[in-house]
């Protein structure tokens, strides 16, 4: 764990960085859609945004690399530096109206998405086990503040845009080019990376902390650092927390054996001691572990359903006759429900555990698509697919697709706050960092894959056809999460200290 003074500072600069992240990447949220239309057809606004989605998937492991070879410092300084480079080329392609520079641009654009995600495990480098999954979150719903104010600068940007010669959809990417560039300038001025969070070898087993504090296996409860972020191990203070988190009940991280062996972790491609593990290895590690796999499908599923859902609804919307303003307010609350409870979720996580938590965000988001689906079936015969010039919407279609939005960002939330406490107490310490960015890695192409199926869907079978295939990808997450229940009553060991069960 970091000095407590620099680990303040370092935790204040993610808050801001992230508050500035959040207004870049919601600024363009509520129009990029609209733009790629504009230039491409309705089949291209879903594409647009996939691209945008497979650059966070392919910039995550890079980024990971980055972070334990030079660390988080240079690594969230660089993303934020090609997301604003990215912006630069969205406001250009709206000016020339050429859609080849603007897929380039969203390509660039989209690195800021893995960026934000990656900053919650830097928040992770500077604390202790006992409050991991809390000040993950904290640094997550720092991003509300930005986010939720985004999407509203889409009236002022156009008005911005025109007296620079920008058309109006266009405009809201000016606000995203500063607030890319300030969340870059403040990380690399300010933010230093917590001593010794280079890849470090694993303590070995008979091996006890230098200051002589609890340990779980010889290895120090909250100090140890192995690979970028600190170990998955408990102390005394926090045993109640990760017993239900998807640790086994004496205390043992996700993925370590009660007893000498590691045969599952063998059987993955994982040596003990070996220095690195690909993205993939660490993958196959995950899939070894049911409480791993559960974390890694759960954040896959949740990101690709509000992807799906996201992205298509302003197009909806506005084919619906509502107009860009109540885009842009429905797109802020559902943000605001993406980040805003974030806090509530990491403590529910750490006091009932994350395989509840993360299946009431499953249940969240079956609401959401549900709502959806209600919603856009009551939208007006000569609305439903005819364009802008729709009969204006009926206020309960307005109301459900506001209700639908807002429950589709709880759910996720649930769901990835959760996720991220499992992966945050892995054991093995070579397999931690590069799970981490495998997984952000796979919710992205999860994400880029359904955001490149929902404009085809939606002009196929309208908003309708979009939420059905929202619900049916929940299935694989409800799934690993039976199993992963199952897994962990079959090796739950009693703990009289214990009452609670996940």
Same mark, same amino acid.
């Given at each position: ?53 497979? +650059?966070? &998937? =392919?910039?995550?492991?890079?980024? !990971?690399? #980055?972070? %334990? *070879? ?5 690594? /969230?300084? @660089? ?5 604003? +480079?990215? &912006? =630069?080329?969205?406001?250009?392609? !709206?000016? #020339?109206? %050429? *859609? ?5 641009? /969203?390509? @660039? ?14 928040? !992770? ?28 600068? !889409? ?348």
């Amino acid at each position: 764990m970091e000095k407590p003074l620099r680990a303040r500072r370092n935790l204040v600069v993610l808050v801001f960085s992230n508050l500035l992240a959040g207004v870049g990447v919601a600024s363009g949220a509520a129009v990029g859609a609209l733009l790629a239309e504009s230039l491409g057809g309705t089949s291209m606004a879903g594409l647009a945004q996939a691209v945008g989605v497979l +650059a966070a &998937a =392919v910039a995550s492991i890079p980024l !990971a690399t #980055l972070a %334990q *070879l030079r660390g988080r410092r240079w690594a /969230l300084s @660089l993303g934020y530096a090609l997301s604003t +480079a990215g &912006a =630069v080329l969205i406001v250009t392609a !709206a000016v #020339l109206g %050429q *859609l080849v520079v603007l897929l380039v641009g /969203l390509t @660039l654009y989209g690195v800021a998405n893995a960026t934000n995600l990656q900053s919650r495990y830097a928040a !992770a480098d500077n604390v202790g086990s006992g409050t991991r999954a809390r000040t993950m979150s904290v640094v997550l719903w720092s991003t509300t503040v930005g986010s939720v104010v985004g999407p509203n600068l !889409a009236a002022p940007g156009a008005v911005v845009g025109r007296g620079l010669g920008v058309p109006d959809l266009g405009g809201p990417y000016l606000f995203s080019v500063v607030a890319y560039l300030l969340a870059g300038l403040l990380l690399a001025a300010l933010y230093r990376d917590p001593a010794g969070s280079a890849l470090q070898p694993a303590p070995t087993a008979g091996g006890g902390p230098a200051d002589g504090g609890p340990t779980v296996r010889g290895v120090p409860a909250d100090d140890a650092v192995t690979d970028g972020v600190t170990d998955g191990v408990t102390d005394g203070a926090a045993t109640d927390a990760t017993a239900t988190d998807g640790t086994a009940t004496d205390g043992t991280p996700v993925g370590q054996a009660p007893g000498p062996g590691h045969d599952a972790t063998r059987a993955a491609g994982v040596q003990p001691g070996r220095r690195r593990t690909g993205a993939l290895t660490a993958l196959r590690w995950a899939w070894a572990h049911p409480q791993a796999r559960f974390a890694v499908v759960t954040t896959a599923v949740a990101h690709a359903v509000m992807i799906m859902v996201m992205v298509m609804t302003p197009v909806h919307m506005q084919h619906g006759g509502m107009s860009l303003q109540l885009v842009g307010i429905v797109i802020s609350l559902h943000v605001l429900g993406m980040f805003a409870l974030s806090p509530v979720f990491g403590w529910l996580a750490d006091r009932f555990g994350p395989l509840r938590v993360a299946a009431g965000g499953m249940v969240l988001q079956g609401l959401a698509v549900v709502l959806g689906f209600t919603g856009a079936a009551l939208v007006p015969a000569a609305g439903a697919h005819a364009g802008h010039g729709a009969t204006a919407p009926a206020l309960d279609t307005e109301l459900l697709t506001a209700v639908a939005l807002v429950l589709l960002g709880l759910g996720w939330s649930a769901c990835v706050i959760a996720s991220s406490a499992v992966l945050a107490s892995v054991a093995e310490p070579h397999v931690k960092l590069p799970l981490q960015g495998a997984t952000d890695a796979l919710m992205n192409y999860f994400g880029a894959g359904s955001a490149a199926l929902a404009g085809p869907l939606l002009a196929w079978g309208g908003f309708e056809a979009v939420n059905t295939a929202g619900a049916l990808l929940l299935v694989p997450a409800v799934v690993v999460a039976v199993l992963a229940a199952r897994a962990h009553r079959l090796t739950d060991v009693p703990d009289p200290q214990v009452t609670r069960v996940t």
